[in-house]
């Protein structure tokens, strides 16, 4: 095993399709128009010393390293700024060059610190390597002179010296061993769109200032980790590495945190994770991360975790740890005593959108083949069930339709329900970038998320909706794009029902859809709208990137439907630059639809009341599946209730925290006899378990997460599970001592099984992604190579289908009780439940959860920033502290929802979309007022978990 | 204190708002606070990142890359005193260690009477009547020892 190498070209890659050639010390290379002379040497195999260049970022120019000799012209000019040319004849080492070279360098070492073997990049400094590349053997100016390098003087504080800057939890910034390449500025600038960096001075006096002579912390920094990575010596350095050493090898794998999937490399040393280098041939990130990718991996090791399996008769019981096979046998009796019991839908699983799609597989086969039911749901059912409805009914197939890299021709941007630089941090760089070289951007959102206005960027419109008026203002989109004509009439007629658009048109046109008419009911400016939908109309490709805003709603469906209709009316789909892109929450939400997590839908998507494909799992698994879908999360929490449900095994979600209406949850498994867990930590769920089966993390095994983008990528085992067994391993020995035949040795197996039975991964195995790094579904015969973009020349399901959406306002409504409405989000440093992030230290960016609150309606309320106020609707009240804010509008509250001591759930209601049940958290009619501190409902829950929690201690064998 | 720093921000935003819809907008804001203030007051810098939808730290950068452009208030006067190539090769050093002298105060520094501040410049574009000085905006050719000691007492009345 050995360190992945990454070619580092200097400057990045040249798009033109025209080819040139030149040659380069005698050799000859072709390359594409605008490549650097610096680049082109490095395809050649040759490289320039240089110390500013990188090829995540543009040429500088600033080291004077990197100068070449080019035959014919005079001077020597620097290789990373001088563009390839056909029939240059260029050297890169000769007796001038190497003079400038070894000069430059004694320069640069003459202000830097000598204690390279003490240093926490030794054997990772670029400015190292430079030395020794052009051979530098002695500095003849000494190192007496003025320096930023020691403290003192002859005893007098030297003033250009500055301390560590140790403030940031994860990297450290010592300006003693400053070059000044300003790498770090232009990452921050360039990768992560942040411009949080500068250099400040000029000369001498230069060097890296975060914000304005502040600290890494109290600047604009979002800590993503793209400065420590460009930078090449080790003055931005993390923590990890000085303090554990430099990796010695290192293995690609995939981001568990959000929707994006972005590729890492985990670098080792020998079991212990060193540090997250994000990977620059991951195709969904291209070389970039964000603060919890990049380093929030503590709580894979985090005290919390769970190692051995646990089991109580009663809830009320403190834990006892027991063996594997006594959990396991526990589990299965329980089980099968159960259904013989209470009939054989009386249990059900869960699957983990955070868990591989080989797990997930498996979950769904052990409800199917060993429950012998279909009461498999995921939690899919309560973020993107409306996209896979949605999406499903009107192109054919349930995922978004393109690839990330579409960002990078897409003229006008329409984000709805999404805030990108919290929840997609990656995809929001990516969109940002492409915003700065001029793309335009929409926003539909109820609060000014950042990226409606933040340093170079700017949204054209903020069309900034009441919350629950989706439908209205996307119909609304639509009616102006029909009633101006603004439709593309020929890939209608193309691609759509011509019959159906004009059934749609009409309904679309009627004035009561137009702005003017619902400007009261959402309180967006007509105009607005009418010039957000002439500019995505017009403006040239024209993307919808979506998120939860949309799907989470009592019309979630509709709006995902809805935002469908105004794509293929505007001609967006089928292309690079356009389309639309649900941005999924989850690591594998994606993937744990793909699987046939859902109680009426088997692998691939497909109902399970088709005969021929439950023939295909009947002849495979031996069993016959039952042909009526099964409970979804809610019905059988509500089943449970009744007292009909009795049984659960969730894998990898905490439903206590993260469902809607936690009374009524905490109730349904308080009605269950046996809740099986199995997770890494004590979640809120296990609360209410009977027994606890410990979960390992995605560095703990080998499997595939499908991201946002349909890209299958995969997750390799980089250590031993802590708790002895993989996911897939736990549900395989359950399913065994339930009396199955399963023999599964490594998830690749169970990856053939899937690409066996389910004809949208056909094509998929393990060597294929070994050879390709990922591919995007569908995979099979037609496309062998996968699909970057969807419905290229046709719609999956033959033509597109325009749906009639009518507008219907949520039940959940405001009123002289609960005037304010409710709605929640995500920050950048905290992820979902924050069971992760919360035992990292990313708490420093977010220790709690705020209730975001309009000036306007704080004063009414005699509410100052920071107070502790009381937030009641009808389901339930918590409290938590305020921040007054004009990011929302009055009426309006914003929260988020990462700690469990918040439970901002115990407000939201049990309403939810009409089609899939996806809960409606986006809306919650409310009250705020004054608080003391915590509600009793919170008292009661904090004492409840405390509890719940203990674990016996046996008496130790010594 | 409070409302001194509210008139400050008023100001400024007064002078953001002038110039914010011009083209490089940026060295003009600057320009137009140091004139106001004389000096660039640094909470200003935040209101200018904010109104041309830049990042404070690139107004930072480029406010400290200006030798020109101060954080704190100057002097009621403001000497500089050339000291490049030109100058120095006709006495400007002597000049400059004799201005230190009679003022009692090093480069950047401000008499304890607030009467003036003195401040290094290279070039004033004054090469031909070296060495060259400007006080308060005004540039002085020529300079010699007798033209500096009168300055010195007149800055001080």
């Not at chain 1, 990977?279 to 894979?300: E, I, L, P, T, W």
Request: glycine share 8%.
């Amino acid at each position: 095993m050995s360190l992945v190498h990454e070619i580092d070209y200097g400057t990045p890659a040249s798009l033109s399709e025209k080819m040139v050639t030149l040659t380069i010390d005698g050799n000859e290379v072709t390359v594409p128009e605008g490549t650097s002379l610096m680049r082109a040497a490095m395809e050649a195999g040759i490289q320039v010393p240089k110390l500013c260049a990188t090829d995540m970022v543009d040429a500088f120019g600033s080291c004077r390293l990197c100068l070449i000799e080019i035959e014919g012209r005079n001077g020597t000019p620097a290789s990373c700024t001088t563009p390839a040319m056909e029939g240059l004849v260029v050297h890169t080492q000769t007796k001038r060059l190497k003079d400038i070279r070894k000069g430059v360098m004694e320069l640069y070492i003459s202000d830097h610190p000598l204690d390279c073997l003490t240093c926490a990049a030794n054997g990772d400094c670029e400015l190292q390597d430079m030395a020794g590349a052009v051979g530098l053997r002695d500095v003849r100016y000494g190192y007496e002179g003025d320096n930023h390098v020691f403290t003192k003087a002859d005893g007098i504080a030297n003033d250009r010296w500055m301390p560590k800057d140790e403030s940031n939890p994860y990297f450290t910034y010592d300006p003693a061993k400053c070059i000044v390449c300003s790498r770090c500025v232009r990452a921050c600038e360039e990768v992560q769109g942040t411009f949080a960096l500068t250099i400040e001075g000029r000369g001498f006096s230069s060097r890296v200032s975060p914000g304005m002579h502040e600290n890494f912390l109290d600047s604009e920094c979002v800590s993503c980790g793209a400065c420590v990575q460009a930078c090449p010596t080790a003055t931005l350095t993390e923590k990890s590495v000085i303090q554990i050493g430099q990796p010695e090898h290192s293995k690609v794998t995939t981001c568990a945190y959000c929707g994006v999937g972005c590729s890492f490399k985990a670098e080792m040393r020998g079991e212990e994770l060193v540090r997250m280098v994000p990977y620059k041939d991951g195709k969904a990130n291209r070389g970039h991360s964000c603060v919890k990718g990049r380093f929030a991996y503590g709580y894979s090791t985090h005290k919390d975790r769970i190692l051995n399996p646990m089991i109580r008769e009663k809830i009320t019981d403190p834990w006892r740890e027991v063996s594997w096979d006594e959990a396991y046998k526990y589990v299965a009796n329980e089980f099968r005593r159960l259904q013989y019991q209470y009939g054989r839908n009386s249990v059900g699983g869960i699957t983990s959108s955070r868990c591989t799609n080989e797990e997930t597989y498996l979950v769904q086969k052990l409800v199917r083949a060993g429950f012998g039911n279909n009461n498999v749901d995921t939690c899919a059912r309560v973020c993107h069930s409306p996209t896979g409805y949605g999406l499903k009914t009107t192109f054919g197939t349930s995922a978004g339709t393109q690839d990330f890299d579409s960002v990078e021709h897409t003229d006008v941007v329409m984000v709805i329900g999404a805030n990108p630089t919290d929840g997609h941090p990656v995809f929001a760089s990516r969109l940002k970038k492409r915003l700065r070289k001029g793309a335009k951007l929409i926003v539909v959102d109820p609060r000014r998320i950042d990226l409606v206005r933040s340093p170079h960027v700017s949204a054209a419109q903020h069309l900034q909706l009441r919350p629950g008026t989706n439908v209205a203002v996307v119909t609304s989109l639509a009616h102006v794009v029909v009633t101006e004509g603004l439709f593309d009439e020929k890939f209608i007629r193309e691609r759509c029902d011509w019959e159906e658009f004009q059934d749609w048109a009409a309904f679309v046109s009627s004035p009561e859809h137009s702005p003017e008419a619902i400007e009261e009911l959402t309180g967006v400016n007509p105009q607005t709208l009418r010039e957000a939908a002439r500019l995505f109309a017009t403006g040239g490709n024209g993307a919808i990137y979506y998120g939860l805003g949309v799907t989470e709603h009592s019309q979630g469906s509709t709006t995902v439907m809805a935002i469908a209709n105004l794509a293929m009316a505007t001609g967006n789909i089928g292309r690079k630059g356009v389309g639309v892109n649900p941005l999924r929450g989850q690591n594998n939400v994606q993937g744990s639809c793909d699987m046939g997590s859902f109680p009426h839908e088997l692998p691939g998507y497909r109902h399970v009341s088709d005969e021929s494909t439950r023939d295909i799992f009947d002849k495979l698994w031996g069993v016959k599946i039952q042909d009526e879908p099964g409970l979804r999360i809610p019905n059988m929490l509500d089943a449970a209730v009744d007292g009909t449900f009795k049984g659960i095994y969730i894998q990898g979600e905490d439903i206590l925290q993260s469902d809607p209406d936690t009374k009524h949850v905490a109730a349904g498994l308080e009605a269950m006899e046996c809740v099986v867990v199995h997770d890494l930590f004590l979640n809120e769920t296990a609360n209410y378990a009977h027994v606890f089966l410990p979960g390992s993390t995605f560095l703990e095994k080998d499997g595939t997460f499908t991201n946002a983008e349909r890209r299958i990528n995969r997750v390799r085992k980089v250590m031993s599970p802590l708790n002895g067994y993989a996911d897939w391993e736990v549900t395989q020995n359950l399913a065994k001592a339930m009396g199955l035949n399963w023999n599964y040795t490594h998830p690749s197996q169970v990856m053939d099984e899937i690409a066996m039975t389910t004809p949208s991964f056909a094509g998929v195995s393990y060597e294929l992604l070994e050879k390709e790094g990922s591919v995007q579904w569908p995979c099979n015969e037609k496309a062998p190579l996968g699909t970057p973009i969807m419905h290229i020349d046709g719609f999956a399901r033959g033509k597109g289908k325009f749906i009639r959406t009518e507008y219907v306002a949520t039940d959940e409504r405001t009123g002289p009780r609960f005037p304010l409405l409710l709605t929640t989000g995500r920050i950048l440093s905290q992820y979902n439940v924050g069971a992760q992030t919360r035992r990292t230290d990313n708490v420093m960016w977010h220790e709690e959860d705020r209730l975001e609150i309009h000036a306007h309606d704080a004063e009414n309320r005699g509410i100052r920033d920071g107070d502790w106020v009381k937030i009641s609707s009808r389901s339930g009240e918590t409290t938590l502290r305020a921040l007054i804010t004009d990011r929302v509008s009055p009426g309006v509250v914003y929260t988020t929802f990462h700690h469990p001591t918040t439970q901002a759930n115990v407000i939201t209601t049990d309403f939810s979309d009409w089609a899939t049940n996806c809960p409606e958290y986006k809306v919650t009619a409310v009250q705020v007022g004054a608080s003391n501190g915590p509600s009793d409902w919170q008292v009661q829950y904090d004492e409840q978990a405390r509890q719940s929690r203990r674990i016996k201690i046996l008496d130790a064998a010594e | 204190m409070q409302s001194a720093s509210t008139d400050i921000a008023a100001r400024a935003i007064g002078i953001i708002d002038q110039f914010k819809g011009k083209e490089g907008p940026l060295l003009p804001i600057l320009h137009e606070l140091q004139g106001e203030f004389g000096y660039v007051p640094q909470e200003t810098l935040p209101l200018i990142a904010h109104a041309l939808n830049i990042s404070r730290a690139e107004v930072h950068g480029v406010f400290s890359f200006y030798h020109d452009y101060r954080d704190h208030p100057a002097g009621r006067h403001v000497l500089k005193l050339c000291r490049a190539e030109a100058c120095q090769s006709m006495g400007s050093d002597a000049l400059a260690d004799r201005a230190r002298q009679l003022l009692g105060i090093d480069w950047h520094g401000t008499t304890t009477d607030g009467a003036v501040t003195l401040e290094p410049v290279y070039c004033l574009g004054l090469c031909a009547c070296a060495p060259a000085a400007m006080l308060d905006g005004e540039v002085i050719g020529r300079l010699d020892a007798e033209r500096l000691d009168e300055i010195a007492a007149e800055v001080r009345l």
